[in-house]
């Protein structure tokens, strides 16, 4: 078999470091995510009611030395750069020259959602390049007959157990995508077991939390399909097209067409309508096949490029086109429109990663303003409580410069990491759930709205915050009540 082109050093390098650069100076804009927030208010633990253990680790690392959005957000940068290289490899594997491989790492990017799961940490931030890896050690097996690939791949699967379990329903997909088109005889082949039993081992601690623990991963995977959905089944049909946006979408058409037409890697693509199925399915988050479809755009490179090079005035136009994609992905992707006036740009309501960006402080400070209102003799009995889990990291972030005293939450796994003392007589409830909570408490009184004050609709604005008297049968019975998994 041929050996793979040379590696574009030259244009894949450069794209990273645009993106790294890109990422860089606007890592401070905005504000805090409230998944960050989260993150840095968990404990360190081997592992939480609704994800393994890195990020909330990470983050509180980091928070702890340097507690500022921009130092929370250099692993984001790293993976996102990560990520271009390694698609970039794919693009090389399946034959992509130099002009193919710099199509793919420009066009991931500046493609709208790789750049905006950049910009923060979350977990599908630091998943972004484990997918097109595992595919990337999986396309070399089978395209250079070294199966010992297979291993690495399996490697890989278990780190990224680490940060989340998601990457099952890949390996679920490429199993069906065997079974559907061959070759079968690698579902028992030594070495693609081997890989998967070297991923069991390496990701077993997070494994056995899981089945310590009741299997909580499910329990959350249930309540987002609850809550979510009615819209994912729907959203994840056009978001198809502007994950990586709409210029885009013949390409990585394009590399499930070179996948299929691969005997050897039929597979694949076999996988993507599988993995479509299962997104549906779970109706958890509309963009769980981001990665996969990343890795059709890396196969779709090389046939665009040959094709482009059959005529000038074609590759001019595709470069057009991906360039104006990229502009385009960072207007909506990164914080380069003013915090005042992003509110009444369609930026917020396409982004939601923007809209949970802005207000935090602000917020705290309207719920300092109400705390105040408090007499002064009940306040050693005060508590603050947040209806989720961003409420609750704003106000552990901002809360003490602003006086406010300690604050609790029943969201997902801030309800075990602490609950009120016994003689939390007064309770500053902030947040939606207060409207089903209210009956729980002596006596409740709304004092406030919540206001960003740019007009930004997200998921604090306009929610109460009220002033409630202690539990009317104790915190025994009312904090299992205020539980919730969503």
Same mark, same amino acid.
């Given at each position: ?90 693009? =090389?594997? %399946?034959?992509?020259? $130099?002009?193919?491989? !710099?199509?793919? +790492?420009? #066009?991931?990017?500046?493609? &709208?959602?790789? *750049? ?67 070759? =079968?005889? %690698?579902?028992?082949? $030594?070495?693609?077991? !081997?890989?998967? +039993?070297? #991923?069991?081992?390496?990701? &077993?601690?997070? *494994? ?82 981001? #990665? ?195």
């Amino acid at each position: 078999m041929s050996r793979p082109p040379a590696f574009a050093r030259g244009p894949v390098f450069t794209a990273v470091f645009a993106a790294g650069v890109a990422l860089s100076l606007s890592s401070g804009g905005y504000g805090y995510e409230r998944d960050e927030l989260y993150f840095a208010l968990l404990r360190p633990s081997w592992g939480y009611l609704d994800q393994p253990p890195l990020i909330p680790l990470l983050a509180h690392g980091i928070s702890a030395v340097v507690d500022q959005p921009w130092a929370l957000r250099i692993p984001a940068t790293v993976a996102t750069m990560v990520t271009i290289v390694v698609l970039a490899l794919v693009t =090389r594997e %399946l034959g992509g020259q $130099r002009f193919a491989q !710099g199509l793919c +790492a420009w #066009g991931v990017a500046f493609a &709208a959602l790789p *750049l905006a799961l950049g910009h923060a940490l979350l977990t599908a931030t630091l998943d972004a390049p484990v997918w097109p890896a595992i595919l990337l050690f999986v396309v070399r097996a089978q395209r250079r007959a070294q199966p010992r690939w297979w291993l690495a791949a399996g490697l890989v699967v278990g780190l990224s157990l680490y940060n989340k379990l998601l990457v099952a329903d890949l390996l679920i997909a490429v199993a069906i995508g065997l079974v559907l088109v061959g070759p =079968r005889r %690698l579902l028992l082949d $030594r070495r693609v077991l !081997g890989g998967l +039993a070297i #991923g069991l081992i390496v990701g &077993a601690p997070n *494994l056995v939390y899981q089945a310590l623990n009741g299997w909580p991963q499910f329990t959350v995977g249930r309540a987002l399909e609850q809550h979510n959905g009615a819209d994912v089944r729907v959203q994840m049909w056009p978001l198809l097209a502007l994950m990586l946006g709409p210029p885009l979408v013949p390409i990585w058409a394009a590399g499930l067409v070179a996948f299929w037409r691969d005997r050897t890697l039929r597979f694949v693509a076999a996988a993507f309508p599988v993995m479509l199925l299962i997104v549906f399915l779970m109706g958890s988050q509309p963009y769980y096949e981001l #990665g996969l479809l990343c890795v059709l755009f890396a196969a779709g490179c090389p046939p665009t490029a040959r094709w482009l090079h059959q005529a000038r005035w074609r590759r001019d136009v595709v470069v057009a086109f991906v360039t104006v994609n990229g502009v385009v992905g960072a207007v909506f992707a990164l914080p380069m429109i003013p915090a005042s006036v992003v509110g009444q740009t369609p930026v917020p309501s396409v982004n939601q990663i923007v809209a949970d960006s802005i207000g935090w402080p602000t917020y705290v400070g309207q719920i300092a303003r109400i705390y105040r209102q408090v007499p002064l003799e009940n306040r050693a009995h005060t508590i603050v409580y947040a209806s989720n889990y961003g409420e609750a990291g704003a106000i552990a972030r901002y809360g003490r410069a602003a006086g406010l005293p300690a604050v609790y939450s029943g969201q997902n796994g801030l309800w075990h990491q602490a609950r009120p003392p016994r003689d939390a007589t007064t309770i500053v409830f902030v947040g939606g759930a207060y409207y089903d909570s209210q009956h729980l408490f002596a006596g409740c009184g709304i004092r406030a709205y919540l206001d960003n004050r740019v007009h930004v609709d997200n998921e604090e604005q306009g929610e109460p915050v009220a002033i409630c008297r202690g539990p009317t049968r104790g915190w025994a019975v009312a904090w299992p009540r205020l539980k919730h998994v969503d």
